[in-house]
T-cell receptor, first 113, second 110 residues
Framework: NAGVTQTPKFQVLKTGQSMTLQCAQDMNHNSMYWYRQDPGMGLRLIYYSASEGTTDKGEVPNGYNVSRLNKREFSLRLESAAPSQTSVYFC????????????FGPGTRLTVT | GQQLNQSPQSMFIQEGEDVSMNCTSS?????WLWYKQDPGEGPVLLIA?????ELTSNGRLTAQFGITRKDSFLNISASIPSDVGIYFC??????????FGAGTQVVVTP
């Protein structure tokens, strides 16, 4: 039982490049989330998926897109990376939207030069 | 918008000391959760609180949901070196909006 897994663990991009961050959970959770973490700002919600087939914007969605591929997987795409997107990205899941007990992955450390 | 304040921002303590941190807001919340993040890892849930006034312990950790529903505290008793990390509160309002505190960095010295 791996919980929430994320790939890659580290990534360096040049401005304008695109990439997709992958996330998978094996806890049969309905809801999944993407956060970014910047120094002194805590965790900020980018997008979430309350259930398979639905996605919604969070607090800071600009510059990102998401796909809920199936119940297990939720990906985050940066179409044209910018230095302001340098951050640590965390994926999380919860039993459902009404359950606020979230389980986090280990994070992806992204640097955009 | 809602302002969630977590304090202190950081604390340097000696092994064996007790630690106390809190999150406060001018808004009313329905849920308070406390997480710990080890360096280079994702946050891990420590304690979840769902009722005003609720006091819950998890080993050396104790957290309470404030009676006014506007605050919560987390205490760590008899700190040990592995308590080092960043502690976050997470709260939700009546619309289900999630909000994280900025975190309290705890450093434990022998």
């Amino acid at each position: 039982n791996a919980g929430v897994t994320q790939t890659p663990k580290f990534q360096v991009l040049k401005t304008g490049q695109s990439m997709t961050l992958q996330c998978a959970q094996d806890m049969n959770h309905n809801s999944m989330y993407w956060y970014r973490q910047d120094p002194g700002m805590g965790l900020r919600l980018i997008y979430y998926s309350a259930s398979e087939g639905t996605t919604d914007k969070g607090e800071v969605p600009n510059g990102y897109n998401v796909s809920r591929l199936n119940k297990r997987e939720f990906s985050l795409r940066l179409e044209s990376a910018a230095p302001s997107q340098t951050s640590v990205y965390f994926c999380a899941s919860s039993r459902d939207r009404a359950s606020y007990e979230q389980y986090f992955g280990p994070g992806t450390r992204l640097t955009v030069t | 918008g809602q302002q969630l304040n977590q304090s202190p921002q950081s604390m340097f303590i000696q092994e064996g000391e007790d630690v106390s941190m809190n999150c406060t807001s001018s808004s009313i919340f329905n849920t308070w959760l406390w997480y710990k993040q080890d360096p280079g890892e994702g946050p891990v849930l420590l304690i979840a609180l769902y009722k005003a006034g609720e006091l819950t312990s998890n080993g050396r950790l104790t957290a309470q949901f404030g009676i006014t529903r506007k605050d919560s505290f987390l205490n760590i008793s008899a700190s040990i070196p592995s308590d080092v990390g960043i502690y976050f509160c997470l709260t939700t309002d009546s619309w289900g909006k999630l909000q994280f505190g900025a975190g309290t960095q705890v450093v434990v010295t022998p």
